[in-house]
């Protein structure tokens, strides 16, 4: 069974036709239903476009029936008569050739054409020119009373400026008594006053203040497109006047200055290691949060509240500086490890020398070297763990409740290598605490590799970076926060 065909039913102008006034759509609907009844086919009638000129290239549902037809949906296309398909000769006959093409078939159906004999294609590029000519006379008429309008100063616009009224004799602009308050609002421009005082004073919008003071109607012109009169009705407020408010000075506006992320360069995507930045959202408390850089390719870019980020990594890290500060010194096993580290290093050196991968296999290669990494990496942290301090610690962890943001940031980018959050299974506002959500890395973790570290959007891979255990001696872990920081820490 063929596919039905698409009947398209198109008004130029709907204005304020309704109900019992406006019959246009369903006329040109009775006729394409005709011609289906009396040639036994199937027809889909579509939603009305209108509002739409047939000069208009780009209407949606004209081109839904079209693609319909080039996906074999619709046995073809189905209009009152031809001026509904376009008033463009040229798109006329582009869409003739796009239907053809296709397998289709255009239907006019008060033309009745035949376009498959030269006089039938000759008689519709006739009309086609036909209706172009009528649509180009139809603009010539429209600009012509524009002008005319313009010139004997005569307001045609559903919507009466504040300070006039509309003469229902003249048709022109006359002052009202919101006039005075008009002309006051220019006069205070003039002196300085802020838009913002004047919306209070005049119950406007700030945007709607904009306007007014710009609408040059208040000199008594109008103009529409090109044409203007300069001298239509009277005028509110003089040249001088309307100069002066144009020119006013506007109060100086200082950005409020924004302190740097806690955090920068720190946190990092978990979904596809790309670095987190922080941006403003007024839903939030604080009015910040993290979230993915790389939003257009990431598989699920992470987001997170910055205040709430910032202080479970603060609480990290006092509570590292607490442990390194407590800490004795362990020489002997500081030097067993030192000798640990370095017979490691000095493995992965030889391993890599020795070994080629064409050799055992780019997989048995691969393993051979994440597992000396492993061990160099393992020693390294162990180093750090067991390694003798001075007093640093203990006078970091004085001087903190001091510190601005930004050197407890440098602190902060000392002690660990990065931050990774992962998505939450919620929103922004709910879901896992953060605990559950990011991991904090110790330096050397290399977590994130070189190769994250590019920033230009499309210049890395996407990699996701492996949530480890909290018992990788990688992961900045210490004991869960009690139920109440859990809570405080809950997005």
Same mark, same amino acid.
């Given at each position: 069974?063929?596919?039905?065909?698409?009947?398209?039913?198109?008004?130029?102008?709907?204005?304020?036709?309704?109900?019992?006034?406006? #019959?246009?759509?369903?006329?040109?609907?009775?006729?394409?239903?005709? +011609?289906?009844?009396?040639?036994? /086919?199937? !027809?889909?009638?579509?939603?009305?476009?209108?509002?739409?000129?047939?000069?208009?290239?780009?209407?949606?549902?004209?081109?839904?029936?079209?693609?319909?037809?080039?996906?074999?949906?619709?046995?073809?296309?189905v209009?009152?008569y031809l001026?509904?398909?376009?008033?463009s000769?040229? #798109?006329?006959?582009?869409? =003739?050739? %796009?239907?053809? &093409?296709?397998?289709g078939?255009?239907?006019?159906v008060a033309?009745?054409?035949?376009?498959?004999t030269?006089?039938?294609?000759?008689?519709?590029?006739?009309?086609?020119?036909?209706?172009?000519?009528?649509?180009?006379?139809?603009?010539?008429?429209? &600009?012509a009373?524009?002008?005319?309008?313009?010139?004997?100063?005569? +307001? $045609?616009?559903?919507?009466?400026?504040?300070? =006039?009224?509309?003469?229902?004799?003249?048709?022109?602009?006359?002052?009202?008594?919101d006039? /005075?308050?008009?002309r006051?609002?220019?006069?205070r421009?003039?002196?300085?006053?802020?838009? /913002?005082?004047?919306?209070?004073?005049?119950?406007?919008?700030?945007?709607?203040?904009?306007?007014?003071?710009?609408? %040059?109607?208040?000199?008594?012109?109008?103009?529409?497109?090109?044409? !203007?009169?300069?001298?239509? #009705?009277?005028?509110?407020?003089?040249?001088?006047?309307?100069?002066?408010?144009?020119?006013?000075?506007?109060?100086?506006?200082?950005?409020?200055?924004?302190?740097?992320?806690?955090?920068?360069?720190?946190?990092?995507?978990?979904?596809c290691?790309?670095?987190?930045?922080?941006?403003?959202?007024?839903?939030?408390?604080?009015?910040?949060?993290?979230?993915?850089?790389?939003?257009?390719?990431?598989?699920?870019?992470?987001?997170?509240?910055?205040?709430?980020?910032?202080?479970?990594?603060?609480?990290?890290?006092?509570?590292?500086?607490?442990q390194?500060?407590?800490?004795?010194?362990?020489?002997?096993?500081? *030097?067993?490890?030192?000798?640990?580290?370095?017979?490691?290093?000095?493995?992965?050196?030889?391993?890599?020398?020795a070994?080629?991968?064409?050799?055992?296999?780019? *997989?048995?290669?691969r393993?051979?070297?994440?597992?000396?990494?492993?061990?160099v990496? *393992?020693?390294?942290?162990?180093?750090?763990?067991?390694?003798?301090? $001075?007093?640093?610690?203990?006078?970091?962890?004085s001087?903190?409740?001091?510190?601005?943001? @930004?050197?407890?940031?440098?602190?902060?980018?000392?002690?660990?290598?990065?931050?990774?959050? +992962?998505?939450?299974?919620?929103?922004?506002?709910?879901?896992?605490?953060?605990?559950?959500?990011?991991?904090?890395y +110790?330096?050397?973790? *290399?977590?994130?590799?070189?190769?994250?570290?590019?920033?230009?959007?499309?210049?890395?891979?996407?990699?996701?970076?492996?949530?480890?255990?909290?018992?990788?001696?990688?992961v900045?872990?210490?004991?869960?926060?009690?139920?109440?920081?859990?809570?405080?820490g @809950?997005?």
């Open positions: 069974m063929a596919p039905p065909y698409a009947g398209y039913i198109r008004v130029s102008f709907v204005g304020r036709r309704k109900g019992d006034r406006f #019959h246009s759509p369903q006329e040109q609907a009775d006729a394409i239903r005709d +011609w289906a009844r009396q040639n036994e /086919t199937e !027809v889909e009638i579509l939603e009305p476009e209108l509002d739409r000129s047939g000069g208009d290239t780009s209407r949606p549902i004209l081109e839904t029936a079209l693609r319909g037809i080039d996906e074999g949906r619709y046995s073809g296309l209009v009152a001026s509904r398909v376009a008033r000769t040229r #798109h006329t006959l582009e869409i =003739y050739e %796009r239907v053809e &093409a296709a397998g078939r255009v239907v006019a033309e009745n054409l035949d376009v498959s030269v006089d039938g294609r000759m008689t519709r590029t006739i009309h086609s020119a036909i209706a172009q000519a009528e649509l180009e006379r139809h603009r010539e008429r429209f &600009a009373l524009r002008q005319r309008t313009v010139e004997r100063g005569l +307001w $045609s616009q559903r919507q009466v400026p504040l300070g =006039y009224d509309k003469d229902p004799q003249t048709r022109k602009l006359v002052p009202s008594t006039a /005075t308050l008009v006051d609002l220019f006069l421009r003039a002196a300085g006053d802020s838009t /913002t005082g004047l919306a209070a004073r005049a119950n406007m919008s700030r945007s709607g203040i904009r306007k007014l003071l710009a609408n %040059r109607v208040y000199l008594g012109e109008i103009r529409d497109g090109e044409h !203007v009169n300069p001298s239509a #009705h009277e005028p509110i407020v003089s040249a001088a006047e309307w100069d002066a408010a144009q020119s006013a000075p506007r109060p100086s506006r200082q950005p409020p200055k924004r302190s740097p992320a806690l955090l920068a360069g720190m946190v990092w995507c978990g979904s290691g790309r670095r987190m930045t922080r941006g403003g959202n007024a839903k939030v408390k604080g009015g910040f949060i993290y979230r993915c850089s790389d939003t257009g390719r990431c598989p699920g870019p992470a987001s997170i509240v910055a205040f709430r980020l910032d202080e479970w990594v603060e609480s990290l890290a006092v509570k590292a500086l607490r390194t500060a407590a800490r004795p010194s362990v020489d002997e096993r500081v *030097e067993q490890t030192q000798v640990a580290l370095k017979r490691a290093e000095a493995e992965l050196e030889a391993f890599t020398l070994v080629s991968a064409a050799d055992v296999g780019v *997989e048995t290669f393993l051979g070297i994440e597992t000396r990494r492993k061990a990496l *393992e020693a390294r942290l162990e180093l750090e763990r067991i390694a003798p301090r $001075s007093s640093l610690p203990d006078e970091v962890l001087l903190w409740p001091q510190m601005s943001q @930004a050197k407890r940031g440098e602190v902060l980018r000392g002690l660990f290598e990065a931050v990774v959050v +992962w998505p939450s299974g919620g929103t922004l506002f709910r879901g896992a605490p953060v605990s559950d959500r990011a991991q904090v +110790w330096p050397g973790s *290399e977590i994130v590799p070189d190769i994250r570290s590019v920033t230009a959007r499309g210049g890395a891979p996407i990699v996701p970076i492996e949530r480890h255990d909290d018992g990788d001696p990688r900045a872990s210490f004991a869960l926060p009690d139920s109440s920081e859990r809570r405080r @809950a997005l």
